[in-house]
């Protein structure tokens, strides 16, 4: 079980990693086909915005590393725990305010991982 929590945590880690990715070095290209319901010039006026978002996307992965890195297995969880619920409040957030597919595609797979990491 411990072993499937440290997959599931490292995942949620890498695909903040690459919302990264998209919104702080791609969003004039790769948002636009992320988010293809924005209008056209959406992406160019919003570029600093989108690496703003990027960068705390970033944060929530960076914690999430660090609580694989962490010997202490007690200390270690708690870091995870604290970081898998921040993005399942941003993955519940983000489907209140933007789209409810936020949740599916990130509070989702972190609420899964969450629920791993209590359970061992």
Do not use: R
């Amino acid at each position: 079980m411990h072993t499937l929590s440290v997959i599931l945590i490292a995942l949620v880690a890498i695909e903040h990693l690459y919302i990264l990715w998209i919104e702080m070095f791609a969003w004039t290209t790769k948002g636009k086909a992320t988010f293809k319901g924005l209008p056209e010039g959406f992406f160019e006026q919003s570029k600093a915005l989108a690496a703003n978002q990027g960068l705390y996307n970033g944060f929530l992965a960076a914690g999430l590393i660090w609580s694989l890195l962490i010997s202490d297995a007690q200390w270690s969880k708690n870091v995870a725990i604290f970081f898998l619920a921040c993005v399942v409040v941003a993955g519940v957030y983000g489907s209140l305010t933007a789209s409810k597919s936020i949740f599916v595609k990130q509070g989702l797979p972190a609420l899964i991982a969450l629920i791993v990491v209590l359970l061992v």
